[in-house]
């Protein structure tokens, strides 16, 4: 081989051993047989060499060739495989180690009081039963003894959908008590059901909002008198307050759909807000014995089985129980308000396992 040769082949071999990565290795295989390449002008010039030596010359510059080309190929195979097992190296996952800490979502308090008190009827035997949102004139008035045209149906103004031609329009629920009368129809008695859900009325400033959730009761049973209702809702307040003498007073009221009527208050202290502390009364809920012609609407006689029934609104009892003191972030997704107000989703509410 002659010197020219030796030389380059040399000098390419230790380029090839120099190239840290494939890119390297391809400027170096470009400058070697490229078409301005060392070797390619080699083979180009080989029609200069005297005919007697060119096929010698031709014979040592295919050799080389090949002998480079296996060289940059080895290289290649080399680099990729370093460049595996460095990837390799660099995203290994020890499945061992603690999972890195991530934005975890939280129970809204509506959501999570409805779980307490789910939890604290539960264990007093009471079921769920929901109802539609968009009720009939009939369950959410008529049935619960609030005829057309009653002064009741002003203080519960809503919404009202489009009416098929001679029907009374339906309308956004104005309260959870239409389930009452579902309840009674779909399951018969006796009968002892909570109904959560969200209710309606054209209202809205800073203590109201258009959409709002209650919880109804409806205890029916025969029997039934107005110390179960007592018995019942003391204990409710003070398990969902988690004060255990929380004061509860029973105080004369009116509602189309009981008689008697009461209206429940609690003890606290409204300057502080302190529950069950001070001299002051906070109501919290209606409630009364079912009215008989409520009864009678859906076909029980009032003679043989008696209840009673209550409803409340959950944000207000929601806003009581934690110091939330505005009705408006409950609906603004505001995900600051939620970190501060919301629920760890891993604790259940257990609260009738405290009571
Ligand atoms: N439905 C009533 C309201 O929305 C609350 C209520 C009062 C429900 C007395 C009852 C009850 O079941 O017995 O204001």
Redesign the pocket.
């Known amino acids: 081989m002659t010197d020219d040769l030796h030389t380059l082949e040399t000098e390419t071999a230790a380029a090839i051993e120099a190239a840290a990565d494939p890119r390297a290795l391809e400027a170096v295989r470009v400058g070697l047989l490229g078409r301005n390449g060392r070797l390619t002008a080699l083979l180009r010039d080989l029609g200069k060499t005297p005919p007697e030596d060119r096929r010698a010359r031709g014979a040592a510059l295919n050799a080389l060739r090949d002998r480079l080309a296996a060289a940059l190929e080895a290289r290649r195979v080399t680099l990729d495989e370093a460049a595996l097992t460095a990837r390799l190296a660099a995203e290994r996952i020890d499945v061992t180690l603690p999972p890195p800490p991530r934005p975890q979502g939280l129970i809204h308090p509506i959501s999570r009081s409805m779980e307490e008190m789910a939890a604290i009827f539960g264990a007093m035997g009471f079921a769920i039963a929901e109802g539609p949102d968009v009720e009939t004139d009939w369950h959410n008035f008529s049935a619960l003894n609030i005829p057309a045209h009653h002064p009741a149906r002003d203080d519960?103004d809503t919404f009202y959908l489009t009416a098929p031609a001679g029907a009374p329009p339906p309308v956004l629920r104005?309260?959870?008590?239409p389930v009452?009368v579902r309840a009674m129809l779909a399951r018969g008695v006796p009968l002892r059901v909570i109904v959560p859900g969200r209710?309606y009325r054209a209202d809205h400033d800073a203590t109201h909002s258009p959409m709002f959730h209650?919880v109804?009761?409806?205890v029916i049973d025969r029997d039934i008198t107005l110390g179960h209702l007592k018995g019942c809702l003391i204990d409710f307040l003070r398990a969902f307050f988690a004060v255990p003498d929380l004061p509860v007073r029973f105080r004369a009221s009116y509602?189309p759909?009981?008689e008697p009527?009461m209206e429940v208050d609690i003890g606290w202290d409204r300057k502080s807000g302190a529950l069950g502390q001070g001299q002051d009364w906070l109501e919290i809920?209606?409630?009364?014995m079912v009215h008989p012609r409520v009864l009678a609407n859906v076909g029980i006689d009032p003679r043989e089985f008696q209840g009673f029934?209550?409803?409340m609104g959950i944000e207000r009892v929601t806003m009581l129980k934690h110091g939330i003191p505005d009705l408006r972030p409950f609906y603004d997704s505001d995900i600051r308000w939620l970190r501060h107000y919301g629920f760890n989703p891993l604790a259940p509410a257990l609260l009738h396992e405290a009571a």
């Open positions: 519960q104005t309260h959870t008590s009452q209710t209650q109804e009761g409806l509602f759909f009981t009527s809920l209606g409630s009364g029934a209550f409803g």
